[in-house]
């Protein structure tokens, strides 16, 4: 729209292009085409709706959106008070709230109120208003904008239901696979007492045949031990309470060097570490990261002994750690699949494992509100890197 200058007719219809232009000429021109009647055509095409009411609190102007926010005409508004178009519980708590408002006479914002729309539905306004005064300052009431807010509220309101719904199957499935995996230990563990009973009672009097089947019963029942071990841990990281305190992570690492040192040794492995940094986090949840990525970087070696260097690198609001080993890597399209819980790439002969570790590890991540990810060149080595804010996030 061209900007209109003050040579042009007084057409109100346009305003003028950009705020400046409302000083000097253009403001005089609005003016004199009657600032009240542009004024007007604003109240009356915003999406809010404008209004004023009296000392008393009894509308005396209502703009033509309460037709759309509430179904009423202006005119059906117009001598009601607020409160009459508010379920009884609302009215008073308005009522009482009004009450101090006309004693302090003061600006408000964004009071959230509940209404009655004319078909009887709540309409949720959210609610500010500027108090009036005239020449000699005596209080003459309130103008103000209510501007409809149901469906946000609607969406707030659904959004936390569906949180609260979340947590509480989180919940539920977390005490599910604690107590399955729990309970399941006890048989398993008779399972493995009776084959061994059975070997040594009667292996002597067995064939081949018959001992080899109760050694592949044992090894199966040993399987199922780890499987239930480590999905006991997966459980743990969402079950256990929140137990960040400041400590060394380098200190960390070291223990874990120690209870990993036969796989160290019988690797040739030589693990090494820059100085890592002071960290706020679960410690006893970082030792258990620690293990299973240095344990990971160990175990998935080439033809050279494993080589691993960890690292840190800090940032403002947080530390990145970096785990880099010179393994057999993994290929880039299966980085993605690799933090999911039970999925491997290679088979239990070639390496064996559960494909819990590293689901374990960005659940424990993820608890500490960082990120878990890895950069790998298939034959030359991977490195994983995780990121630990400085101030631990709630999961
Ligand atoms: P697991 O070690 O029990 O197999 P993880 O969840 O720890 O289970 O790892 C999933 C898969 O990711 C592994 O089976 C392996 O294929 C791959 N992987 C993990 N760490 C490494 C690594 N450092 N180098 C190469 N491959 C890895």
Not at 239 to 258: I, N
Not at 267 to 273: F, L, Q, R, Y
């Amino acid at each position: 729209m061209p900007a209109r200058t003050a040579d042009e007719p007084n057409d109100c219809s346009r305003p003028p292009n950009t705020w400046h232009q409302q000083s000097g000429a253009a403001a005089q021109s609005i003016q004199n085409c009657g600032g009240e009647q542009y004024f007007r055509r604003l109240v009356e095409i915003t999406s809010d709706w404008i209004w004023a009411v009296d000392a008393d609190g009894v509308y005396t102007y209502a703009s033509p959106k309460v037709k759309d926010l509430l179904g009423y005409e202006p005119e059906e508004i117009v001598g009601k008070k607020p409160f009459d178009l508010m379920p009884p519980d609302e009215a008073q708590r308005v009522a009482a709230l009004f009450r101090d408002l006309t004693r302090t006479q003061e600006p408000f914002l964004r009071l959230e109120n509940t209404n009655l729309h004319k078909d009887g539905r709540r309409v949720v306004l959210e609610t500010s208003g500027m108090p009036v005064f005239d020449a000699d300052g005596t209080f003459l009431g309130y103008q103000g904008v209510d501007r409809d807010i149901t469906k946000p509220k609607q969406d707030e309101a659904e959004l936390k239901r569906t949180m609260a719904n979340l947590e509480q199957s989180n919940q539920d499935l977390q005490q599910f696979a604690y107590s399955a995996s729990h309970d399941l230990q006890e048989p398993l563990r008779m399972l493995s007492s009776y084959l061994q009973l059975l070997d040594q009672r009667y292996g002597e009097g067995l064939d081949e045949q018959a001992r080899d089947l109760i050694s592949l019963c044992m090894r199966s029942a040993r399987w199922m031990q780890r499987l239930i071990e480590d999905l006991l841990a997966y459980a743990h990281v969402g079950s256990r309470g929140k137990q960040f305190e400041p400590f060394d992570s380098g200190a960390v690492v070291d223990q874990v060097l120690g209870d990993l040192q036969a796989a160290i040794q019988s690797n040739h492995a030589e693990v090494t570490h820059d100085d890592l940094p002071n960290i706020t986090a679960d410690p006893v949840l970082m030792a258990h990261l620690f293990q299973n990525l240095i344990g990971n970087a160990i175990k998935f070696h080439g033809d050279q002994p494993s080589r691993v260097q960890i690292s840190a690198t800090e940032s403002a609001d947080e530390w990145v750690f970096a785990v880099r080993d010179n393994g057999i890597g993994i290929d880039p399209k299966n980085i993605d699949r690799i933090f999911v819980i039970f999925e491997r790439l290679h088979s239990r002969e070639e390496y064996p494992g559960t494909g819990l570790g590293l689901a374990i590890c960005k659940r424990i991540v993820q608890r500490h509100g960082g990120r878990i990810w890895c950069e790998s060149t298939p034959g030359t080595g991977t490195t994983f890197f995780f990121s630990i804010p400085k101030q631990p996030v709630s999961p």
